[in-house]
């Protein structure tokens, strides 16, 4: 263990070193306006949009609906036993609800290691967003374009000294990938269409080990509004790659250099009011491993959800059902359903309470070893503070196990955030969780387990062109269930990572970055890898 922590802090120090290189002494401090919204996801309960952060290299990462649980890949339809943030959806463009929460100021590539119910939750039946991607251009300050088609391409050079992810005889290797891509904006009053892709050729010194490859890396949302309240959306999310850091999951048990390839494809009707809100989606993923075929799966999820809201109070309710097959296990195919509820009260301009709950039903086609129900309720309540450049959410309830083989366990289910702004555009984010987490579809899906993490964000854009973020990250979970990628029941698994990434824009169209990545896994599947890099992006823009 005093290894491990050694590790971990050494990894920390260079981490910080680089941040404090980049960070000036604070004098005559004063205060820089945040940037603008961000757009938002389609998820089962709320598919909408979230506003574009000053520092997304592509519009901010989707986030899953309020209410119903976490999805392991981006909208992905198996959800995550958790309840959304309170009542941030109020925020509307309608002008509907009440409270305003401040956006939260994490950069999407250091989403994983926040919750995401403590980031912005999106109204129902809005655009969602393009998933970030480490390639793409850094997006420009003010209002986006009504058409923009920017050309790009980025080189980076990494270096990783555990390439297949080993506890024991490590192996490193040097990457290079050139990317050459596209992005397009189209913005119009009543229709969008926004996505960005690009081929990787990778490139890895170590051929014994890990070879040339293409990887891709495709994300499109269109938007079509027909009318003041009608409303259609469409996503789609496509990577084929071999590295665990696409996946944007900090818990993932995908590791070593094996390829895989998964799409996720949403659709969405809405119809909206000031007052009320309902929408119809459909969700379909699939996704193939190269290697172990034994995990390839495809879902599709059907979900309803409506909302109703007044000046103080806003009630939301959603159905989820999905089925899942696994193409190579038959017997391991199921079907899936989730109902949720909740209530939002604004207090007073600072306090809103929320109340939530949610029950999930799963069943195994072939045996009953997976199947279980899941019912959780939770109470909380978010403080906005110092007018808006401080968030506090607390949360607190309960979370019933119930499985068709075992005992009934009843778990404890909490979620503590805090963002505060500072002077100089800077920002900390922290968090603390205590939840059920469902991945049964995606790469290396390891059923159902009970999780908790915790995390801490700096971020600054002191200079205008500069931005530094620091985070690190733990994350542990507790398997209910045997699945060939998760082990025995039981089986425990903790991460522990550090993440830092300084990019510069030297001008409209060239930028760089530098970035160190650290993770450890001490339990389950053990090893430690770090990786440290450099990357440069050229861009031209077509307005």
């Known amino acids: 263990m005093c290894s ?24 005559n401090a004063q205060q820089v306006p945040q940037g603008s919204p961000r757009p938002g996801q389609v998820t089962p309960e709320a598919p909408g949009p979230i506003p574009v952060q000053p520092w997304s290299p592509t519009p901010a990462q989707a986030e899953p609906e309020r209410g119903d649980p976490q999805q392991v890949q981006p909208w992905s339809p198996t959800p995550r036993a958790e309840p959304e943030a309170p009542s941030q959806q109020q925020a509307r463009p309608d002008g509907a609800g009440g409270q305003v929460a401040p956006e939260s100021p994490v950069p999407p590539l250091f989403r994983e290691f926040v919750p995401v119910y403590f980031l912005t939750v999106p109204p129902i039946g809005a655009p969602e967003p393009l998933r970030p991607n480490q390639f793409a251009p850094p997006a420009q300050e003010g209002p986006p374009p009504d058409l923009l088609i920017q050309p790009f391409v980025t080189v980076s050079g990494a270096y ?31 229709a969008s269409l926004n996505f960005v892709y690009n081929p990787s050729f990778f490139f890895p010194s170590n051929t014994e080990v ?12 269109g938007a079509w509004n027909p ?8 996503a789609e999310d496509y990577i084929e790659s071999n590295r665990s850091q696409d996946l944007q999951n900090l818990g993932s048990a995908y590791t070593g250099t094996g390829g895989y390839k998964t799409n996720t494809v949403a659709a969405t009707a809405a119809y909206v009011t000031p007052q009320f809100r309902t929408a119809l989606t459909y969700t379909n993923q699939f996704t193939i491993e190269d290697q172990q075929q034994l995990n390839n799966n495809m879902t599709n ?27 190579n296990a038959p017997n391991a195919s199921y079907w899936d359903q989730l109902g949720t509820g909740r209530v939002a009260y604004t207090l007073t301009p600072v306090i809103n309470l929320t109340g939530f709950g949610s029950f999930q039903w799963h069943s195994q086609d072939e045996g009953d ?24 959410t607390i949360q607190g309830g309960a979370i019933a196990y119930d499985p068709t083989q075992g005992e009934t366990k009843i778990r404890p289910s909490f979620l503590i955030g ?34 908790r993490s915790a995390s801490l964000i700096l971020a600054t854009n002191y ?9 690190g990250a733990w994350y542990w979970q507790n398997f209910a269930q045997t699945t060939p990628e998760g082990g025995p029941a039981g089986t425990k698994q903790e991460t522990w990572s550090v993440q830092a990434r300084v990019q510069y824009l030297f001008s409209r169209f060239f930028s760089m970055a530098i970035f160190y990545t650290l993770t450890d896994r001490t339990s389950g599947e053990q090893y430690l890898e770090n990786i440290v890099g450099i990357s440069a992006t050229a861009s031209y823009d077509f307005r």
């Not at 050694?6 to 004098?27: E, K, N, S």
């Not at 200079?463 to 985070?471: Q, S, W």
């Open 418 to 451: 805090w963002t505060q702004r500072f002077a100089y555009s800077t920002s900390m984010t922290a968090s603390f969780e205590s939840t059920y987490l469902s991945d049964f579809s995606g790469v290396a899906p390891t059923g159902l387990s009970y999780v």
């Open 4 to 27: 491990t922590q050694g590790r971990l802090i050494r990894g920390f120090v260079l981490a910080a070193c680089v941040w404090f290189l980049h960070y000036p002494t604070i004098a």
């Open 210 to 221: 890990d070879s040339n490859e293409v990887h891709q890396y495709l994300s499109l949302r």
């Open 160 to 190: 990783t000294d555990n390439v297949q992810q080993t506890k024991d005889n490590r192996t490193g290797e040097f990457q290079t990938n050139i990317a050459p891509g596209i992005l397009l904006n189209y913005n119009r009053p009543q």
């Open 463 to 471: 200079f205008r062109d500069l931005t530094a973020t620091l985070g």
């Open 301 to 327: 999820a059907g979900n309803l959800a409506a909302e109703i809201t007044d000046q103080r109070t806003t009630y939301t309710g959603a159905y989820t059902v999905t089925r899942g097959d696994f193409s």
């Open 227 to 234: 009318g003041a309240r009608l409303q259609f959306n469409i």
């Open 369 to 392: 070893a997976f199947n279980y129900i899941l019912g959780q309720a939770r109470v909380g309540a978010t403080f906005n503070l110092a007018g808006n450049q401080s968030l506090l």
